[in-house]
Protein backbone atom coordinates (compact mmCIF):
# COMPACT_ATOMS: atom_id res chain seq x y z
CA UNK A 1 0.00 0.00 0.00
CA UNK A 2 1.43 3.01 -0.91
CA UNK A 3 1.75 5.92 1.64
CA UNK A 4 -0.40 8.50 0.35
CA UNK A 5 -2.97 4.95 0.19
CA UNK A 6 -2.36 4.27 4.04
CA UNK A 7 -2.85 8.25 5.23
CA UNK A 8 -6.12 8.05 3.49
CA UNK A 9 -6.97 4.94 5.23
CA UNK A 10 -6.08 5.92 8.37
CA UNK A 11 -8.24 8.74 8.06
CA UNK A 12 -11.17 6.71 6.73
CA UNK A 13 -10.70 4.69 9.49
CA UNK A 14 -10.86 7.83 11.63
CA UNK A 15 -14.23 8.61 10.75
CA UNK A 16 -15.92 5.26 11.30
CA UNK A 17 -18.24 5.42 14.49
CA UNK A 18 -20.13 3.42 16.11
CA UNK A 19 -24.17 3.82 16.77
CA UNK A 20 -26.95 1.83 17.34
CA UNK A 21 -24.80 -1.25 17.65
CA UNK A 22 -23.53 -0.59 13.88
CA UNK A 23 -20.35 0.85 12.64
CA UNK A 24 -21.10 4.17 9.87
CA UNK A 25 -20.09 7.28 9.39
CA UNK A 26 -21.76 10.62 9.58
CA UNK A 27 -22.87 12.56 6.30
CA UNK A 28 -20.33 15.70 6.93
CA UNK A 29 -17.66 13.26 7.31
CA UNK A 30 -19.03 10.77 3.95
CA UNK A 31 -19.47 14.27 2.06
CA UNK A 32 -15.99 15.60 3.09
CA UNK A 33 -14.33 12.01 2.13
CA UNK A 34 -16.04 12.23 -0.98
CA UNK A 35 -15.44 15.93 -2.38
CA UNK A 36 -19.11 17.09 -1.87
CA UNK A 37 -21.09 19.44 -0.35
CA UNK A 38 -23.34 17.62 2.51
CA UNK A 39 -26.38 19.36 1.14
CA UNK A 40 -25.56 18.02 -2.28
CA UNK A 41 -24.94 14.33 -0.84
CA UNK A 42 -28.29 14.33 1.19
CA UNK A 43 -30.14 15.66 -2.07
CA UNK A 44 -28.74 12.69 -4.21
CA UNK A 45 -29.84 10.65 -1.79
CA UNK A 46 -33.31 11.67 -1.24
CA UNK A 47 -33.54 11.91 -5.32
CA UNK A 48 -32.51 8.04 -5.02
CA UNK A 49 -34.49 7.30 -1.50
CA UNK A 50 -35.45 3.84 -3.04
CA UNK A 51 -31.97 2.74 -2.60
CA UNK A 52 -31.54 3.76 0.90
CA UNK A 53 -33.29 1.85 3.51
CA UNK A 54 -32.91 2.11 6.93
CA UNK A 55 -30.29 -0.52 7.33
CA UNK A 56 -28.25 1.67 4.99
CA UNK A 57 -28.77 5.26 6.49
CA UNK A 58 -30.78 6.52 9.04
CA UNK A 59 -31.27 9.77 11.02
CA UNK A 60 -29.68 10.24 14.30
CA UNK A 61 -32.44 11.45 17.33
CA UNK A 62 -31.40 14.25 19.22
CA UNK A 63 -29.87 12.82 22.27
CA UNK A 64 -27.88 10.71 19.89
CA UNK A 65 -26.90 13.90 18.10
CA UNK A 66 -26.32 15.48 22.03
CA UNK A 67 -24.00 12.30 23.02
CA UNK A 68 -21.80 12.59 20.25
CA UNK A 69 -21.44 16.54 20.30
CA UNK A 70 -20.38 15.71 24.16
CA UNK A 71 -17.67 13.32 22.54
CA UNK A 72 -16.78 16.46 20.32
CA UNK A 73 -17.58 14.10 17.40
CA UNK A 74 -19.28 16.89 15.87
CA UNK A 75 -19.40 20.41 16.63
CA UNK A 76 -22.65 22.26 17.94
CA UNK A 77 -25.02 24.25 15.80
CA UNK A 78 -23.55 27.57 17.47
CA UNK A 79 -20.09 27.23 16.57
CA UNK A 80 -20.66 26.19 12.62
CA UNK A 81 -22.32 22.85 12.87
CA UNK A 82 -25.22 21.74 11.41
CA UNK A 83 -28.36 22.66 12.04
CA UNK A 84 -30.22 19.65 11.19
CA UNK A 85 -29.98 16.19 12.83
CA UNK A 86 -27.64 14.11 10.84
CA UNK A 87 -27.56 11.13 8.84
CA UNK A 88 -25.61 8.60 9.54
CA UNK A 89 -24.80 5.51 6.48
CA UNK A 90 -23.49 1.91 7.23
CA UNK A 91 -21.19 0.18 5.15
CA UNK A 92 -23.62 -0.67 2.72
CA UNK A 93 -25.46 2.55 2.42
CA UNK A 94 -21.43 4.47 1.79
CA UNK A 95 -21.30 2.08 -1.58
CA UNK A 96 -24.65 3.01 -2.51
CA UNK A 97 -23.81 6.62 -1.83
CA UNK A 98 -21.16 6.14 -4.15
CA UNK A 99 -23.01 5.12 -6.90
CA UNK A 100 -25.66 7.80 -6.47
CA UNK A 101 -23.28 10.67 -6.83
CA UNK A 102 -21.18 8.90 -10.03
CA UNK A 103 -18.01 10.99 -9.28
CA UNK A 104 -14.96 9.16 -9.67
CA UNK A 105 -13.85 10.65 -6.28
CA UNK A 106 -16.98 8.88 -4.89
CA UNK A 107 -15.89 5.81 -6.12
CA UNK A 108 -12.22 5.86 -5.45
CA UNK A 109 -13.34 7.04 -1.64
CA UNK A 110 -16.20 4.20 -1.50
CA UNK A 111 -13.19 0.98 -1.73
CA UNK A 112 -11.43 3.07 0.96
CA UNK A 113 -14.51 3.14 3.05
CA UNK A 114 -15.70 -0.22 2.29
CA UNK A 115 -12.14 -1.48 3.57
CA UNK A 116 -11.81 0.27 6.87
CA UNK A 117 -15.56 -1.32 7.50
CA UNK A 118 -13.81 -5.10 6.73
CA UNK A 119 -10.80 -4.09 8.78
CA UNK A 120 -13.34 -3.21 11.95
CA UNK A 121 -15.57 -6.34 11.11
CA UNK A 122 -12.17 -8.49 10.84
CA UNK A 123 -10.75 -6.61 14.08
CA UNK A 124 -13.94 -7.16 16.21
CA UNK A 125 -13.93 -10.97 14.86
CA UNK A 126 -10.18 -10.96 16.51
CA UNK A 127 -11.59 -9.58 19.79
CA UNK A 128 -14.30 -11.89 20.22
CA UNK A 129 -11.77 -14.93 19.60
CA UNK A 130 -9.59 -13.14 21.90
CA UNK A 131 -12.12 -12.91 24.82
CA UNK A 132 -13.23 -16.22 23.95
CA UNK A 133 -9.81 -17.75 24.58
CA UNK A 134 -8.71 -15.51 27.80
CA UNK A 135 -12.32 -16.96 29.37
CA UNK A 136 -11.29 -20.44 28.30
CA UNK A 137 -7.50 -19.73 29.96
CA UNK A 138 -9.27 -18.46 33.00
CA UNK A 139 -11.45 -21.70 33.43
CA UNK A 140 -8.74 -23.56 33.35
CA UNK A 141 -6.67 -21.51 35.74
CA UNK A 142 -9.47 -21.74 38.31
CA UNK A 143 -9.23 -26.06 38.14
CA UNK A 144 -5.38 -25.66 38.28
CA UNK A 145 -5.26 -23.08 40.96
CA UNK A 146 -6.87 -25.97 43.45
CA UNK A 147 -4.69 -28.53 41.88
CA UNK A 148 -1.39 -26.60 42.77
CA UNK A 149 -2.84 -25.37 45.65
CA UNK A 150 -3.25 -28.86 47.07
CA UNK A 151 0.43 -29.85 45.75
CA UNK A 152 1.81 -26.97 47.29
CA UNK A 153 0.40 -28.43 50.86
CA UNK A 154 1.39 -31.81 49.90
CA UNK A 155 5.19 -30.82 49.39
CA UNK A 156 4.91 -28.64 52.41
CA UNK A 157 4.23 -31.67 54.65
CA UNK A 158 7.13 -33.60 52.73
CA UNK A 159 9.59 -30.49 53.70
CA UNK A 160 8.16 -30.10 57.59
CA UNK A 161 6.39 -33.49 58.50
CA UNK A 162 3.64 -33.42 61.74
CA UNK A 163 5.58 -35.09 64.43
CA UNK A 164 4.71 -38.87 64.85
CA UNK A 165 2.54 -39.97 67.49
CA UNK A 166 4.67 -41.50 70.33
CA UNK A 167 3.31 -43.93 72.74
CA UNK A 168 4.70 -41.62 76.08
CA UNK A 169 6.74 -44.43 77.95
CA UNK A 170 6.70 -44.56 82.17
CA UNK A 171 3.64 -44.53 84.82
CA UNK A 172 1.20 -41.68 84.86
CA UNK A 173 -0.10 -40.72 88.19
CA UNK A 174 -4.20 -40.53 88.11
CA UNK A 175 -5.17 -36.38 89.37
CA UNK A 176 -6.09 -36.46 92.92
CA UNK A 177 -9.19 -34.45 93.49
CA UNK A 178 -8.88 -30.89 94.59
CA UNK A 179 -10.27 -32.14 98.51
CA UNK A 180 -7.92 -34.91 98.79
CA UNK A 181 -4.68 -32.62 97.21
CA UNK A 182 -5.42 -29.94 99.96
CA UNK A 183 -5.74 -32.35 103.03
CA UNK A 184 -2.63 -33.78 101.98
CA UNK A 185 -0.82 -30.44 101.68
CA UNK A 186 -2.45 -29.80 105.29
CA UNK A 187 -0.82 -32.62 106.68
CA UNK A 188 2.08 -32.20 105.07
CA UNK A 189 3.20 -28.80 106.58
CA UNK A 190 4.51 -28.95 109.89
CA UNK A 191 3.47 -26.34 112.30
CA UNK A 192 6.22 -25.19 115.21
CA UNK A 193 5.37 -23.63 118.18
CA UNK A 194 6.85 -20.51 119.00
Given at each position: MAKSAIVVAKKVDSKIITLRGQRVILDSDLAAL????????????????????PAFRFQLSEHELKLLRSQNVISTATHGGARYLPYAFTEHGVVMAATVLNSERAI???????????????ALSTNRQVLAKLTEVERRLESHDSDIQALMEAIRELIDPPDPLRRQIGFEAPEESAKSRSKASKARTLHFPK
Open positions: YDVQVRHLNQQVKRNAKRFPEMSIFLVQAFVRMRR
